[in-house]
């Protein structure tokens, strides 16, 4: 899937972006507009795109004399599914989130960043987690092995995209916290949480930890 415009898995033409924006709108927009917020095409191809969607009054097309402006029509029989595909990433994380939340053990933080959390990537891009495992020496290392494994495997068959976890303890975290790791910057900002504590209240609670 390509993760910065994962509707294209399904409309792989300009329609797609054009689609995706028109979903998230809730005013009218300009064709102009929605060439910038598409980042893809030119503006004389978003124009075309919107005449023919309009022909299937999939778009209202509100005519102010100076200017056109588009929005979805949300009453037509296909607006539900134009939603639903310009949600994907919201979906997943949700899959996500709601994986997790089922795991025996479950982490202490768990979040994606990297691509999907920026909103950006290609069709090839990693999806990438932090897990933060309990700090525990009677972890059973076999089921927290295999929670992840399954992870990885819920991943791919969600989005056809390879999946990268980067795992660590609660003391190996505040080793890198200590050591203001670079690696820090890539897991906050942005990410996008799926359960447990926060990772800046973790951080947080390590500074407020610390000697004074």
Do not use: C
């Amino acid at each position: 899937m390509d993760l910065k415009s994962p509707i294209s898995t399904v409309v792989p033409s300009l329609d797609g972006p054009v689609l995706e924006v028109l979903a998230r709108a809730e005013d009218g927009l300009s064709g102009r507009q929605i060439h910038k917020l598409t980042g893809a095409g030119s503006v004389a191809g978003v124009r075309l795109v919107l005449q023919r969607l309009a022909a299937t009054g999939l778009v209202h097309v509100d005519d102010l004399g100076n200017s056109l402006l588009y929005r979805l029509n949300r009453k037509h029989l296909v607006a539900p599914i134009v939603e639903q595909l310009a949600n994907l990433r919201g979906m997943l994380v949700a899959r996500l989130a709601d994986e997790i939340g089922g795991w025996r053990i479950p982490p202490v933080h768990a979040s994606v960043y990297g691509a999907i959390a920026r909103g950006d990537g290609e069709l090839d891009s990693d999806v990438e987690l932090l897990l933060i495992r309990p700090d525990r020496d009677d972890l059973d290392a076999a089921l927290w092995e295999d929670q992840v494994g399954r992870l990885l495997q819920t991943v791919v068959d969600l989005t056809g995209n390879p999946a990268h976890v980067f795992e660590l303890s609660r003391t190996e975290l505040s080793d890198h916290l200590a050591g203001e790791d670079p690696i820090l910057n890539d897991w906050m900002h942005p990410s996008v949480q799926l359960t447990g504590v926060q990772l800046a209240t973790l951080r947080n609670q390590f500074e407020a930890a610390l000697p004074r």
